[in-house]
Nanobody
Framework: QVQLVESGGGLVQAGGSLRLSCAASRRTFSSYAMGWFRQAPGKERRFVAAVSWNGRTTYYADSVKGRLTISRDIAKNTVSLQMNNLKAEDTAVYYC??????????????WGQGTQVTVSS
């Protein structure tokens, strides 16, 4: 069974930092683009960041550029999201995603269960 398991969410004050991690259960994901989406209460799920299969190309939503950094460890089959200078509007459930497209997230084929990030102002 294919699984993406997120960890690292929690409660943090505005201006603080968190690091999210996503572990993939299959080596197959080493050839997938990986990324993060988030969904705030009452809102649609939205793209946050993505990284190509080899870790060399990254993509970010304009709202997080300069504050969030996505990376992947190919050997460990994990993808991480370092979140700095967090704002109240970053509060959401964050979902890890995997796409068979090697270079970018076009339409995720797999989703994690989500991890809550709450930023207090």
């Amino acid at each position: 069974q294919v699984q993406l398991v997120e960890s690292g969410g929690g409660l943090v004050q505005a201006g603080g930092s968190l690091r999210l991690s996503c572990a993939a259960s299959r080596r197959t994901f080493s050839s997938y683009a990986m990324g993060w989406f988030r969904q705030a209460p009452g809102k649609e799920r939205r793209f946050v960041a993505a990284v190509s299969w080899n870790g060399r190309t990254t993509y970010y939503a304009d709202s997080v550029k300069g504050r969030l950094t996505i990376s992947r460890d190919i050997a460990k089959n994990t993808v991480s999201l370092q979140m700095n200078n967090l704002k109240a509007e970053d509060t959401a459930v964050y979902y890890c995603a995997a796409d068979r497209n090697q270079m970018k997230i076009v339409g995720p084929d797999y989703w994690g269960q989500g991890t809550q990030v709450t930023v207090s102002s």
